[in-house]
């Protein structure tokens, strides 16, 4: 089997030390200097120096910088509390928010009745993962007491946990009471805008009941993640994402989390202006170094209209343009308003990358 050789300099002697002693450990061939070294071996063994949350302390920086200079092999499916879902095509996440607020479609299912007949429409479509929320993080919103959160999304989830027995429910929320109702009517996967930042609990329940778990970068409360309040990142927004999101993922390992459990989500809208935003879109692969599977949620987002001058409404053309691009780049799963017109740009994509 053919080899690789990465040069990686600019190391201390701790992590030298650290980078013979582990790399021995994993069959790699280890040539070092006075603050360099060349790590040689199979892709396969050098990717498995390529996982930060494995490694010892001392490499996981290193880890980063040998995940970036090979291509990681991407997960192959998700693990839920409802069982296995598959990767090796474009899925969709169809949005189902139960609140009268949302940016988008505030108001319009906030009963149950108008709720699963957008739900029956959004499976029609080709969605095979719901999202259903009970609070906005519109910008100024107020916080919904977790009682309210849970009425609104409980009686949805239960008629759609029988309704559409085969397509996986995830709740979004940030509250671990609201996800532990959800998971107990049928919910899958917990969608944590906050990736596990703002409820102590949400990692141990997550651990506990074998939940799949979206971790979305964002920064802040509920009611204010979505401004710009905290869009300053350095050296730029994709390497602070990259580096947010693996403080994330740790945070969840540490939790009891498997990580095969975790997907993460560079929160395409939060904290982010719009410049930002179409930066992380172009460079979306650098998250691959993570090598845990990605959402994107630019569903109709701001940073489209400042692109198109389109209103919210008049943006789907456009978010189907962003989730092509974030498929080339390495995104499966593809969180949206409007399922039908992103399941065939997808298809097509999909298509051309089997010829």
């Known amino acids: 089997m053919a080899g690789l050789a990465i040069e990686i300099s600019g190391l201390d002697d701790g992590v030298l030390e650290a980078l013979v002693r582990h790399g021995g450990t994993l069959g790699l061939d280890i040539l070092t200097g006075s603050d360099w070294a060349v ?7 050098l990717g498995a120096l390529a996982r930060p949350w494995v490694v010892p302390p001392p490499l996981a920086e290193l880890a980063m910088v040998v995940g970036q ?6 997960p192959r499916h998700w693990a839920t509390a409802r069982g296995t879902i598959q990767l090796d095509h ?5 949005i189902l928010n139960v609140t009268p607020d949302s940016f988008s479609d505030g108001g319009q299912f906030l009963g149950p009745d108008s709720a699963i007949a957008q739900a029956d429409r ?20 107020e916080p919904v007491p977790a009682a309210e959160e849970r009425r609104r999304i409980v009686p949805v989830l239960t008629a759609l946990e029988r309704r559409h027995p085969s397509v996986a429910l995830s709740v979004d929320t940030v509250k671990a009471t ?4 959800g998971l107990d009517v049928g919910a899958a996967i917990i969608n944590d805008v906050s990736a ?3 409820d102590p609990a949400m990692g141990a329940l997550v651990a506990e009941s074998r939940a799949g778990i979206t971790l979305m970068h964002s920064r802040g409360s509920v009611s204010t993640m979505a401004r710009l309040d905290h869009a300053e990142y350095a050296p730029d927004v994709v390497v602070g994402v990259r580096d947010e999101l693996k ?3 740790d945070l969840a390992l540490a939790a009891g989390i498997g990580v095969d459990h ?9 904290a982010k202006t719009a410049e930002q935003n179409l930066l992380l879109l172009d460079q979306l692969a650098a998250l691959r170094v993570l090598a845990r599977p990605i959402l994107v949620g630019p569903s109709r987002k701001r940073f489209l209209g400042s692109a198109t001058g389109r209103e919210v409404g008049e943006r789907d053309a456009a978010t189907a343009a962003a989730c092509v691009m974030a498929y080339e780049r390495g995104a499966r799963l593809f969180r949206v308003h409007s399922v039908a017109l992103v399941r065939d740009a997808l298809a097509v994509a999909h298509a051309v990358r089997g010829l």
């Open 178 to 181: 609201v996800a532990r109702a």
């Open 122 to 141: 959004l499976v029609a479509d080709g969605a095979e993962i719901l999202d259903i929320g009970g609070e906005s993080t519109r910008p100024g919103n």
């Open 247 to 249: 403080g994330a993922i």
């Open 39 to 45: 790590v040689g071996g199979t892709e396969a063994r």
């Open 196 to 198: 596990l930042r703002l």
């Open 90 to 94: 474009p899925v969709i996440v169809g």
């Open 69 to 74: 200079a090979l291509t990681p092999e991407q």
């Open 262 to 270: 975790i997907v993460i989500d560079p929160g395409f809208g939060f």
